[in-house]
Structure formats: C-alpha cells, structure tokens
C-alpha cells in the first residue's frame, strides 16, 4: 500500500515571499500521479497543481511550481509572492494507474499561514 | 458548470443514533467517491462507486456504515449506529472516468458532530 508523509504540520509565510511545502510518498510502481490540494476554513478541496509520475518535467501553474525528485520519494511545492488567500492546509495526494478506480492516498497537511 | 453538492452542512447527533449524508456528483461524472476526514488528518477514501457500482469499500465499517448509489447518480452514506469516534467532515467527491481526465471535483463536505 502506498503512504504519504508530511513532516511540516504548520508553516509560516510572510506576504510576498515564497514557501515550500514537503511531501515524500512511498510505493513500489513506477507510474503514478501526483497532487497538491489547497482546503481552505470552507473545507472545499481545491486541486492546485499535478504531476505525472512519467514526465521528468516539474509541472507549474502560475506562482505554484512543485520539484519531483522520483527517485527520492520527493513531491515538494513551491509557493512564490505568497498572498493571504494562500493561507489554507495543503494536502499531498498519491494516485495510482493501476487500480480499478482513482482513489488518492492522502498525506496529513500542513497548515500554511501567511504573514500581512 | 454546477459542481458537487452535499447535504446537510453540520448534523450534531448523539452516539447510537442514526444519520444519512447526501451527494449529488457532476453532472456525468460516473465515479463518486465518498471521503472521512478525521480532525487534522487527510481524508480517507470509505467507498467508491463506478455508475451504480462498487469499485472498492475496502475501508468502510460495514457494521455501521452504508452507501448507495442508485441509478447512478445521487448516493446517500449513512451511519446506524453512530460512535464518538465518527465525528469527523464526510467529503463526497466525483470524476469522469474514461476520458484521461482523472481530476476529481470534491464537495464542501458534511461536518458530522457525535455526542
């Protein structure tokens, strides 16, 4: 069965200035996705960004960018000019290509606050 | 494009009694799942459903809890009898399947109370 960790259950940021959030997963398949999801106090879960386990390319959307180390078991995501809508926990999410379905594995969150 | 929907909000109940949490995926989302998010933990999948079918329940206390799904749209979750250690957001979420896009939609969840 896959896991996800999170070490960092809270973190800190000051407005405008960038974050990384850590996440390291383990699994014995070499195909798989990734995904950081935000959840704010409305307790929607929001998709913020994706990687596929087979693009050594580290995927980017807008100030959010994660560094995929596969080899590592590293899933990191990158936060740049942090704004105080940011501030929400962020969940680490493993999903396989091989079950019958999408199930995400989730990691335990860290709290993200950002700093006016 | 109206997104997932769930019912109610907040339900406070005592233990041992009973409760049913609603959810109405995408529209043409073939797959729902339903998610238990214990305080400060990540969610946790309890069933999944493909159409009107069960694809993986794995992780759902058959003894208390039940899911349905039927005509493979709606479903409903429901808990008889409760425990204190149900107190948790019950997250319902769908995705179109067969596509290649696997992204799932979630709901803003039910946040369930046992006392």
């Known amino acids: 069965a896959q896991t996800v960790t999170q070490s960092q259950p809270e973190m800190s940021v000051q407005e405008a200035e960038t974050v990384t959030l850590s996440c390291t997963y383990d699994?014995?398949?070499?195909?798989?996705?990734l995904f950081w999801y935000k959840q704010p106090p409305s307790r929607q879960m929001i998709l913020v960004i994706r990687?596929?386990?087979?693009?050594?390319q580290n995927a980017t959307e807008n100030r959010f960018s994660v560094n995929f180390q596969k080899a590592a078991k590293s899933f990191s995501l990158k936060i740049s000019d942090s704004q105080l809508g940011d501030a929400a926990m962020y969940f680490c999410?493993?999903?396989?290509?091989?079950?019958?379905?999408?199930?995400?594995?989730f990691g335990g969150g860290t709290r993200l606050m950002v700093k006016p | 494009e109206a997104g997932v929907a769930q019912s109610p909000r907040y339900k406070i109940i005592e233990k041992r009694q009973s409760v049913a949490f609603w959810c109405n995926p995408i529209?043409?989302?073939?797959?729902l799942y339903w998610y238990q998010q214990i305080l400060g933990q990540g969610p946790k999948l309890l069933i999944q459903?493909?159409?009107?079918?069960?694809?993986?329940d794995s992780q759902l206390p058959k003894d208390r809890f039940s899911a349905e799904r039927l005509k493979g749209v709606d479903s409903t979750l429901k808990i008889q009898p409760a425990k204190l250690e149900d107190s948790a957001v019950y997250l319902c979420?769908?995705?179109?399947?067969?596509?290649?896009?696997?992204?799932?939609?979630f709901g803003p969840g039910t946040r369930l109370t046992v006392t």
């Open positions: 979420a769908s995705s179109l399947v067969g596509t290649g896009t696997y992204e799932q939609y």
């Open positions: 699994t014995s398949e070499s195909d798989y996705y």
């Open positions: 990687q596929e386990a087979y693009k050594q």
């Open positions: 999410a493993y999903r396989s290509t091989n079950n019958a379905g999408n199930m995400l594995t």
């Open positions: 529209s043409g989302h073939a797959t």
């Open positions: 459903f493909q159409n009107n079918g069960v694809v993986d």
